[in-house]
């Protein structure tokens, strides 16, 4: 089957500690996307990227990194620096598409709670 | 700043009315227009998309685009209990990568 995959579904971190979020596509998508989300707060951008090797910022990075490495993985890591990061995170992939056709397809989320 | 803004409701509809959720987004140069519906502590899935004015059916889904007065709307005919969600429009704009900007949702109660 086709499809996004994320893990773990539930994370817990500890104050001053990193976690790190796992995301896997085999749709064959190019782009690749972190989101988080708070609630009753529409999906803010964190990372995105294009192709292997690169990656941008979105709206809001700060606390965050990212890696590329293959086309098919786009880990997250959370560092101690991000204040506030108790979210529910996004992870979504899309074909690259000039104009129209670029639909962004979910993983299933992971839920991070900081203790 | 390009926004997306959507009533965040409750909308409630008895079942086998019509829902309608609206949608309006600022930058008129915007080119693709996505309906998602996320149930509670789930992730986003695709509705439907829409990229030309006019109107697109499938099945009860009926999403509606109007680039000169920058609105989509979705239509959801027939309305189940299971329709029950969190409807996210997003908002792919204009050159650059592709960005996509979601509004924060509606959600919709069919009542039965």
């Known amino acids: 089957d086709g499809g996004i995959t994320q893990s773990p579904k539930y994370l817990f971190r500890k104050e001053g500690q990193n976690v790190t979020l796992s995301c896997e596509q085999n749709l064959n998508h190019d782009a690749m996307y972190w989101y988080r989300q708070d609630p009753g707060q529409g999906l803010r951008l964190i990372y995105y990227s294009q192709i292997v090797n690169d990656f941008q910022k979105g709206d809001i990075a700060e606390g965050y990194s990212v890696s590329r490495e293959k086309k098919e993985s786009f880990p997250l890591t959370v560092t101690s620096a991000q204040k506030n990061p108790t979210a529910f995170y996004l992870c979504?992939?899309?074909?690259?598409?000039?104009?129209?056709?670029?639909?962004?397809?979910f993983g299933p989320g992971t839920r991070l709670t900081v203790l | 700043q390009k926004e997306v803004e959507q009533n965040s409701g409750p909308l409630s509809v008895p079942e086998g009315a019509i829902a309608s959720l609206n949608c309006t987004y600022s930058?008129?140069?915007?080119?693709?227009f996505f309906w998602y519906r996320q149930y509670s502590g789930k992730s986003p899935e695709l509705i439907m998309s829409i990229y030309s004015n006019g109107d697109k059916e499938d099945g009860r889904f009926t999403a509606q685009l109007n680039k000169a007065s920058q609105y989509v709307s979705l239509l959801i005919r027939d309305s189940q209990p299971s329709d029950s969600a969190t409807y996210l429009c997003a908002v792919k704009w204009a050159g650059g990568y592709q960005k996509v900007t979601f509004g924060t949702g509606t959600k919709l109660q069919v009542i039965p």
């Open positions: 979504a992939s899309s074909i690259l598409a000039r104009g129209s056709g670029d639909t962004q397809y």
């Open positions: 930058d008129r140069g915007s080119q693709s």
